[in-house]
C-alpha cells in the first residue's frame, strides 16, 4: 500500500488459496496488457482468455508468455474445451494445452450436454498433468438447478481433482447463480455455502453490484471471477472498504458512531 491506514481487512497475498481475482481476458491486444499489468499485477491471481477467443486472437504465445512473466496462472475458457470435446478431440485439446505451455485448464459442460460421469473423467485425466479448474451450472437462462445437486457436482468435482469449482455466472453474470436481473440465488449460495468450503468456489461475479454482495457476505478475501481488467483494482477497494458500497462494513462500531448515514 502506497501509505498506513487503520482498520483495513488483511488481504491474503500471492500465491493465494483464497482471495483470488480471476480476470477475463476478452481479447486484449499485447499492449494493452501490458498496461494491465502495469496497475493490476499484484491483484490478479488467475487469467482466463475467455470462451474461444484463443483461437483468432493475435500474439496468443506472446501474450500466454507475458502474464506468466507476471506470475499470472493462465488457463482456456470452458467453452474452448467444450468445442473440443464435441467434435471428438479431447487428446488434441491436451496436446494444445503442453503446446501452449499452460499448466491449468478449465473443464465445463456449460454449453453442451455431457453426462457428469464423463465430466468427471475428464478431470481426473486432466489433474495427472495440469491444474483443473471445473465450472458448474449451465449458460442457458431459465436453467434452473436443484441447490442438492449443485453441492453434489461441486463436491465430486473436488473428489475427481479438480482444485476449485466455478460457479457459473457467464460474463453477463444473469444466469446460473443470478437471476436474470442480476441479483443472486440468495438460497442456493448459502445452501451450497452450507456444504462446500467458500475457499474452494470461485463465485464469478462481473458486475460491481454482485461483488458487493459476495464481500459483505463472506468477507474481503472471497474468490471472485470474470473480472474485467479495468475491474481489478476498483474490486480491490470494494474489498478492503475504500469504496463507498464496503465503507463500513470493515470499521469497528465504535469508532463509527453517527456518521453513518
Known amino acids: ?30 499492449r494493452e496488457a501490458e498496461h494491465f499489468l502495469e496497475m493490476s499485477t499484484h491483484y490478479t491471481d488467475l487469467l482466463k482468455l475467455g470462451f474461444g477467443t484463443s483461437f483468432v486472437s493475435n500474439d496468443l504465445k506472446a501474450k500466454i508468455k507475458l502474464y506468466h512473466d507476471h506470475d499470472i496462472r493462465v488457463y482456456l475458457g470452458g467453452t474452448l474445451f467444450e468445442a473440443f470435446i464435441v467434435r471428438g478431440l479431447f487428446d488434441e485439446f491436451r496436446k494444445l494445452l503442453s503446446d501452449l505451455g499452460l ?19 475428464y478431470i481426473s485425466e486432466l489433474a495427472k498433468d495440469f491444474t483443473v479448474l471445473s465450472e458448474v451450472g449451465s449458460k442457458e437462462e ?29 460474463e453477463s453474470g444473469n444466469v446460473g447463480i443470478y437471476r436474470p436481473n442480476g441479483t443472486a440465488h440468495v438460497v442456493l449460495v448459502n445452501k451450497i455455502l452450507a456444504k462446500v468450503r467458500p475457499e474452494d468456489i470461485i463465485w464469478e461475479a462481473p458486475q460491481k453490484a454482485q461483488q458487493v454482495w459476495f464481500v459483505k457476505l463472506i468477507g474481503a478475501n472471497v474468490n471472485l471471477g470474470n473480472i474485467a481488467p479495468n475491474d481489478v483494482i476498483p474490486l480491490e477497494t470494494l474489498r478492503i472498504g475504500l469504496r463507498g458500497d464496503t465503507f463500513f462494513d470493515f470499521l469497528p462500531e465504535e469508532i463509527v458512531g453517527d456518521m453513518r448515514p
Open 103 to 121: 499448466g491449468m485448464v478449465e473443464v465445463s459442460d456449460g454449453s453442451i450436454h455431457l453426462e457428469h460421469e464423463d465430466k468427471l473423467h
Open 1 to 30: 500500500m502506497n501509505f498506513e491506514l487503520p482498520f483495513i481487512p488483511e488481504r491474503t497475498t500471492r500465491p493465494r488459496e483464497n482471495g483470488m481475482t480471476m480476470v477475463m481476458d476478452k481479447g486484449l491486444s499485447l
Open 142 to 170: 431459465g436453467i434452473l438447478i436443484a441447490p442438492g445437486k449443485w453441492v453434489k457436482m461441486m463436491d465430486t468435482e473436488l473428489q475427481a481433482g479438480s482444485w476449485k469449482v466455478i460457479a457459473e455466472a457467464r
